[in-house]
């Protein structure tokens, strides 16, 4: 079975602080895609990363990065010195070559203080 | 119009009513997906299409029905509309029904059963 885990419910930061938002997945598939995805207050969700299973590479964008770990089957994302306009929702979710669908985490709602 | 497109906004609708959400895509992307969004649920699949001309069921299908007819259109029908129902309905689409293809989300429609 696949499985997407978002431990934490709720997040609050004071801006400018470094926070990481986890996720943990389940495959036994070896091929499969990792993205994150924003929802701010409007509701919409926004694409933020994709990652397939042979890239393990960590990506950088900004002030956003991610550190993909096979090993612990975690697809963590960190944003660096947060700001206001980063309070959102925040959702991990797997996908795979069969798949019709993405496989969301429940997801985490990050609050940044000013 | 740019991207995708969903209508209404929100609606509250009595049970036992008919009720089609629509949701329109200009990317002429071939695969689109309804999704709902549910409180510690997060989105889970209800319909998707791969293709103009066919449809398949996702996680959670009964009480909801979709139709293919054309690209860009992908209407969800609830038949006789239940308080479970009450949700935050998201419509998406992607080039292709391959699961590294990201998927666009339009804006959502919340909809209430009483």
């Known amino acids: 079975a696949q499985k997407v885990t978002q431990a934490q419910t709720e997040i609050s930061v004071v801006e400018k602080e470094d926070v990481t938002l986890d996720c943990v997945y389940e495959?036994?598939?070896?091929?499969?895609?990792l993205f994150w995805y924003k929802q701010p207050p409007s509701g919409e969700l926004v694409f933020l990363i994709r990652?397939?299973?042979?890239?393990?590479q960590n990506e950088i964008s900004g002030r956003y990065s991610w550190n993909f770990q096979k090993s612990t089957s975690s697809f963590n994302f960190t944003i660096t010195a947060s700001q206001v306009v980063d309070s959102a929702v925040y959702f991990c979710?797997?996908?795979?070559?069969?798949?019709?669908?993405?496989?969301f985490g429940t997801g985490t709602r990050l609050t940044v203080i000013p | 119009i740019a991207g995708i497109t969903q209508a209404p906004t929100s609606q509250i609708l009595a049970a036992g009513r008919r009720m089609t959400l629509r949701c329109t895509q200009d990317m002429r992307h071939n695969a689109m997906y309804w999704y709902r969004q549910d409180l510690g649920l997060g989105l889970r699949l209800i319909h998707y299409s791969n293709t103009a001309g066919t449809t398949g069921k996702g996680e959670v299908p009964d009480g909801y029905s979709v139709s293919r007819a054309n690209t860009d259109d992908f209407p969800l029908t609830l038949a006789s509309a239940v308080p479970s129902q009450t949700s935050v309905y998201f419509c998406?689409?992607?080039?292709?029904?391959?699961?590294?293809?990201?998927?666009?989300f339009g804006p959502g429609t919340r909809l209430t059963v009483l």
């Open positions: 998406a689409s992607s080039e292709s029904r391959e699961g590294r293809s990201r998927q666009f």
């Open positions: 495959t036994r598939d070896t091929t499969y895609y």
């Open positions: 979710a797997l996908s795979f070559p069969w798949a019709n669908n993405l496989f």
């Open positions: 990652r397939n299973s042979f890239d393990e």
